[in-house]
């Protein structure tokens, strides 16, 4: 063992100006932070002490975390005064016993370590959630950006909360751990979130442990469950329940739990923390006529591995601050979050029965802006324009630009163009026209974006099916449409058997022969453009009907916040039974972008998305949450950065 000697570091500046003195010392724990610790070769404690005054000091203490926890701190500084004041007043120094840290680990070594992971094994059992609050994009190398925020429970609202806990029977801790959870669930649209809380890992069996020094806290997982109809009060309870059971096993190492989660590192994303010993209290009082001096504006700061971290400080006023990565989370978001929990926070103390999913996390200024701001959608668009139309006007733009990609195929905006003006010949010729439905049955494909043209440019409306839909389904959906024509695959002819009407096969070169230039248009934009059946979950599924201008509209206003251009490279991620597609392939190639088809094994591994995202440098990524939370955990693995300018959000509840 290695015997090393504390750095430390004195300045006077009595003659400098208060800024000037404040400029320095902020330098100083600024240059500090950014220089952290080396655990192979640095002392891991730094003391600066600069004099301000003739009696007045300001002094910098650091120390790397594995040296101590926040309890150690006021013990330490005790001890310290302890001796300050044994010399400064020439009197013997009486100090306790120390008592070894070694005797702690000795007790964690003496522990049941495989009841323990069976315990968090059941614990997690089930759970395959990544929940989050809303991150930006992880970029290599880009430095942790501290920031704070807090929301102050003032002494009404402390009290209420403190009188509450009381007859529940449950901790403060325990009532804001599930308020926090009920968020999240909110937020990721599930029932079932699980964040980190870190405990003081101090055994009340070991003799002492208050006095003693070292690293004792940990991270575990906490899992906020709930099921339809439950009231908050009979939540918490089962929180408080459960944390019971947790802290027999609370010693047990996070890396352990998530390595036997298949979320892994991804099981637990941040933090919260419940702070019951104010440390910056604790020191400042410890000071005083026995030592000579006092100590005042004690600050404190802590840098974890988490992005975002949520501390509670109990007092007359519960203080609940934010600390965050400015960049990884906006700063308005945290803003939006703090909003949010004062939010349910109001509405629990009001309605402590409350259940669970009449929970609104929108606040008063954000309902104002949904009712009001948001809704005033008058905007002007090129209402004659139809969608087959603002297409061949883009052709003309960019005839050689790449307009579709699979894999290895791709078609220009002219090939693209072509082929489906020959496809729509053909079905014009079958009497295709305003408002007639014309089925398409394909797998995700380069023909499955010509037969889709090839419709709309004969004037019909499409209606997608997909090939793994039942049998039963897919009969339904053709009879309740009325369509007559099907187009397909000739890989998927078996699934047309029971169909009445016509079959065309997409890939079967002959449909074309015909001429390639652009048809005479015939329709109008308030012809149907294509029908969407949704999933029938409360009985049969129900054709939507959506014209050609409520596409136009969608893409074509002046009041729209996105600008797209022909740069841009698009996924066509989603089903085309799904009308998340229509935004996706139309915002593509009515813009001149390139549309990259995502074959379907590759949309349900979040691992190869992002390859291909890298690949195919796309910049314009539309998702739902849900998802893309796990292309963000999948990221965090992943040095090489992405090229998205642009990832917008969309889905149903």
Excluded at 347 to 375: A, G, S, Y
Aim: a negative charge; one cysteine or more; proline letters at 4%.
């Amino acid at each position: 063992m290695e015997r090393k000697t504390t750095q430390s570091f004195f300045r006077e500046f009595e003659w400098l100006g208060i800024d000037q003195q404040n400029t320095i010392i902020i330098n100083y724990k600024q240059k500090s932070k950014v220089q952290g610790f080396d655990l192979g070769k640095d002392q891991l404690m730094r003391f600066a002490l600069f004099q301000r005054e003739k009696e007045k000091y300001t002094m910098v203490w650091c120390f790397h975390h594995i040296l101590m926890d926040g309890w150690s701190r006021p013990i330490v500084t005790e001890e310290l005064f302890a001796i300050y004041r044994s010399l400064s007043q020439q009197e013997s120094l009486s100090m306790l016993p120390t008592i070894p840290y070694s005797r702690y680990i000795q007790w964690l070594e003496s522990r049941d370590q495989q009841r323990a992971l069976q315990y968090w094994k059941d614990y997690m059992q089930g759970y395959e959630n990544v929940v989050s609050v809303p991150m930006k994009e992880n970029k290599a190398n880009c430095p942790f950006l501290l920031e704070e925020t807090e929301l102050v429970l003032n002494t009404e609202w402390t009290g209420i909360v403190t009188e509450l806990t009381k007859q529940l029977q449950v901790t403060v801790n325990t009532w804001l751990q599930t308020i926090w959870g009920v968020l999240l669930q909110k937020y990721n649209g599930v029932d079932d979130a699980v964040f980190g809380s870190v405990v003081s890992g101090r055994p009340s069996e070991i003799a002492g442990i208050e006095q003693m020094i070292g690293l004792f806290i940990n991270t575990i997982p906490v899992r906020i469950q709930s099921r339809p109809g439950m009231s908050f009060s009979d939540l918490v309870k089962q929180v408080q329940l459960s944390s019971l059971s947790s802290a027999q096993y609370d010693y047990y190492p996070l890396y352990e739990i998530q390595a036997n989660s298949p979320l892994k590192q991804g099981l637990v994303n941040h933090v919260m923390v419940f702070e019951n010993y104010p440390i910056g209290e604790a020191i400042e009082q410890s000071s005083g006529q026995s030592i000579g001096f006092t100590i005042s504006n004690v600050e404190t700061f802590e840098q974890s591995n988490y992005d975002f971290c949520v501390t509670i400080v109990p007092g007359n006023e519960i203080r609940i601050k934010f600390s965050y990565n400015a960049a990884r989370i906006d700063r308005g978001m945290v803003a939006r979050i703090r909003g949010h929990l004062q939010e349910v926070i109001g509405q629990v103390l009001e309605t402590p029965h409350v259940h669970i999913d009449q929970l609104e996390i929108v606040t008063e200024e954000e309902k104002r802006q949904l009712l009001h701001e948001f809704n005033d959608t008058k905007a002007s668009y090129p209402a004659d324009q139809t969608i087959h139309g603002l297409f061949e006007e883009q052709v003309k733009k960019t005839p050689d630009h790449t307009a579709v990609v699979l894999e290895s195929e791709s078609l220009t905006y002219a090939e693209l163009n072509g082929r489906a003006n020959q496809l729509a010949r053909v079905l014009r010729g079958k009497g295709v026209g305003a408002d007639r439905i014309v089925g398409i049955l394909a797998e995700r494909s380069l023909e499955m974006i010509v037969g889709i043209l090839g419709i709309l440019k004969a004037g019909g409306a499409y209606l997608p099916i997909d090939p793994d839909y039942p049998a039963e389904r897919i009969g339904y959906m053709l009879e309740d449409s009325g369509a007559d024509i099907l187009l397909t695959q000739k890989r998927l002819e078996a699934k047309t058997m029971g169909f009445a009407g016509e079959v065309l096969h997409v890939d079967d070169e002959r449909l074309y022969a015909l001429d390639d230039t652009n048809l005479e248009h015939t329709g109008s934009s308030k012809d149907l453009a294509y029908v969407i059946y949704t999933s029938g979950s409360t009985g049969k599924p129900k054709g939507v009907m959506i014209e050609h201008d409520n596409v136009v509209r969608l893409f074509f206003n002046d009041r729209t916040p996105f600008q797209f251009s022909y740069k841009d490279t698009w996924t066509l991620f989603h089903s085309f039974c799904f009308d998340f597609s229509v935004w996706e392939m139309y915002g593509a190639i009515l813009y001149g972008g390139k549309l990259i088809v995502v074959p379907k094994e590759v949309s349900k591994n979040p691992r190869e998305f992002l390859t291909l995202l890298r690949t195919e440098k796309v910049t314009v990524l539309n998702q739902t949450p849900t998802y893309f939370y796990q292309l963000v955990e999948e990221d965090r693995l992943q040095a090489e950065p992405l090229l998205l300018r642009m990832v917008i959000f969309g889905g149903k509840r």
